[in-house]
């Protein structure tokens, strides 16, 4: 049959469809033959990345810090806590990509208009640019542990930003991410070096401790960066997307949440270890408020981890700031393709996918520039993205919510009142956090320091 801009003809088939239709036929086969564990390995993905993907530079050092400053006790229920809220999200977006095939930028045009469109674009490039610098802040930090210069590992996480788009198939750049983001499980071994008590760990996790020190602005803050280590706008932009660009259908939902919850799991792990493993500078009274970066937090910890122990931690920080990168970086472009109705997808040749391919570079190669410049406070800034972002969520949070209530665009899969509730709930958990941040910072006196 016709189709509209095709008069008498059907429209070309682009290397695009064809990779698309390649990979759903493998899917199609296994779910014939009943095979879910290699279903799930076909259809996983999208969850993994966006959940490792997010335990990125400024996220570890976010925990690093957690646990250098108040131990394992609070914060170990807490970093559990947000990555449920991560999960409750994120399971949002995976339904949402499945039944519309749209991604969430291009979903926000078309159902609030141009207005809403726009201010939803400038909340995820602002976001996201503050994110990816951070993130090679991270790489940095990395290699100095090792004595790169910093130039050079700047220069190294490009190149591989650059070189994952080579690659031009999504679901080729899909695994080789998979394959990398696994070494952010590094941090486990590393923790383990610092001999915590799987006791302390295990009571931890049950019982809710008091603060130490009680409530104070330092505390509120990591709060705040430790919700904004989980729970980001550009995990929904990017997650919705890659559910797209992967060609996932409402038959693959239940396989994407255990995607979701995989990802969750093992990001979790990795978090919480991270917070272990810096908690000997709480049991040994080390300031950390005057660490530059990543670095010093590896260098700080040789005393007690050992050299192999920090060696772990600083590979870890430098993986977790070139998986970020390559995640975020595509999160802006699927965003910018879908608003300006360019092609946009890791299948399409440079030739067909050229704003795509050079938002990924210009955002990279500008964020890499910013992290050279000299006498930057880097550790401050790492801090203060993630503040940020837990302050840009809200919107993106509610964004979210009305797509999944609208039911002429969900039907049956639209959210039921128990999803409302959980999204709900989120939404005015982040609010509140975010205000009393803001009436702490116009009276700093209300709290201690």
């Not at 925990?63 to 809220?85: C, D, E, K, Q, S």
């Not at 519309?100 to 609030?112: D, P, S, W, Y």
């Not at 990279?364 to 880097?378: D, H, K, R």
């Not at 969900?410 to 803001?438: D, E, K, P, Q, S």
Request: proline residues 5%.
């Amino acid at each position: 049959m016709p189709l509209p801009g095709y008069p008498g003809e059907s429209p070309p088939i682009s290397r695009e469809d064809l990779l698309r239709d390649r990979d759903r036929r493998v899917v199609l086969d296994a779910r014939a033959k009943k095979r879910p564990l290699r279903l799930l390995w076909l259809l996983a993905g999208p969850g993994v990345l966006v959940m490792l993907g997010e335990n990125d530079g400024p996220s570890m050092v976010s925990y690093a810090t957690t646990g250098a400053t108040y131990g394992i006790g609070f914060f170990v229920p807490f970093i559990l806590l947000t990555f449920v809220m991560a999960f409750v999200v994120q399971e949002m977006t995976v339904r949402l990509g499945a039944v519309t095939h749209r991604g969430h930028a291009e979903l926000i045009f078309q159902r609030f208009g141009p207005f809403w469109g726009y201010f939803a674009m400038a909340d995820l490039v602002f976001g996201n640019l503050l994110t990816l610098i951070t993130e090679f802040i991270a790489i940095q930090a990395g290699g100095l542990y090792f004595g790169v210069p910093a130039w050079l590992s700047v220069a190294i996480g490009v190149a591989l930003v650059l070189a994952s788009l080579a690659l031009r198939r999504y679901a080729t750049w899909e695994r080789a991410l998979m394959a990398l983001a696994l070494f952010n499980l590094l941090f486990i071994p590393a923790a383990l070096f610092a001999h915590p008590s799987g006791a302390a760990l295990l009571h931890a996790t049950f019982a809710w401790r008091p603060i130490p020190g009680g409530m104070t602005a330092a505390f509120v803050t990591l709060c705040m960066a430790n919700i904004g280590a989980t729970v980001t706008p550009w995990m929904i932009f990017f997650q919705q997307s890659a559910v797209v660009d992967k060609g996932l259908t409402t038959a693959d939902i239940a396989e994407g949440r255990m995607d979701t919850a995989i990802g969750a799991i093992l990001a979790a792990i990795a978090a919480i270890a991270t917070l272990a493993a810096a908690a000997p500078l709480f049991v040994h009274h080390v300031d950390v408020s005057s660490f530059a970066s990543g670095a010093d937090f590896a260098t700080a910890l040789q005393p007690y981890l050992g050299t192999f122990g920090a060696t772990l931690f600083a590979l870890g920080i430098i993986e977790a700031g070139v998986v970020a990168a390559m995640t975020i970086s595509t999160s802006s472009a699927y965003a910018l393709g879908e608003t300006t109705h360019a092609r946009h997808s890791l299948n399409l040749d440079f030739s067909q996918g050229k704003l795509f391919y050079g938002a990924v570079i210009v955002s990279t190669v500008i964020a890499a520039s910013v992290v050279l410049i000299p006498g930057a406070p880097l550790l401050a800034l790492t801090l203060t993205v993630n503040v940020i972002a837990t302050l840009l969520m809200a919107p993106a949070l509610l964004f979210l919510l009305l797509l999944v209530n609208d039911r002429e665009i969900m039907g049956g899969h639209a959210n039921t009142w128990r999803a409302n509730l959980a999204g709900g709930t989120i939404v005015g958990l982040i609010v509140v956090v975010g205000g009393f941040y803001g009436i702490i910072t116009v009276f700093p006196d209300l709290l201690g320091k």
